[in-house]
């Protein structure tokens, strides 16, 4: 588990720039979760928590810097929504600092790719970060 939380502070360290609010976001077969971070460490705490349910069928989290103000809505703590609870908007968004590029083939939901479609995906994967970096972006995060 140790292990796991590093790897998990790693990624929330390299994700949030300082004082940066985060949404975390989880889905499960009753609905969705959601809570505000600013705190790395804290953030971690909830989603090592919230990894051990179960239920839990995946956790997501806003890269883009959100309005501190959704802070006020669940600060440091991930709640179920109900129907009215909102979540993070387009409009949230203050600065976009993540360019991310998911690549899956098309497969019908709850089918893992093949071996060979994996290799295809990691292949396109280095073609488009060749072209992003010859369009002057940063070498990319991948992983």
């Given amino acids: 588990m140790a292990d796991g939380t590093e790897k998990l502070q790693a990624g929330a360290s390299l994700f949030t720039g300082p004082d940066q609010v985060v949404e975390v976001r989880a889905i499960t077969g009753r609905g969705i979760h959601s809570g505000y971070f600013r705190d790395p460490e804290t953030l971690v705490r909830q989603v090592t928590v919230l990894d051990t349910d179960p239920e839990v069928q995946g956790i997501y989290v806003t890269l883009n810097e959100v309005n501190p103000a959704l802070l006020a809505r669940r600060k440091n703590r991930i709640a179920k929504c109900g ?42 994967a280095e073609t488009i970060a060749g072209w992003m970096t010859g369009l002057g972006f940063p070498e990319p995060v991948t992983g």
């Fill in 83 to 124: 129907p009215r609870d909102a979540t993070t908007s387009d409009a949230d968004i203050l600065r976009r600092r993540w360019f991310p590029v998911d690549i899956d083939p098309v497969r019908p939901s709850g089918v893992s790719s093949t071996e060979e479609e994996h290799e295809q995906a990691l292949a396109m």
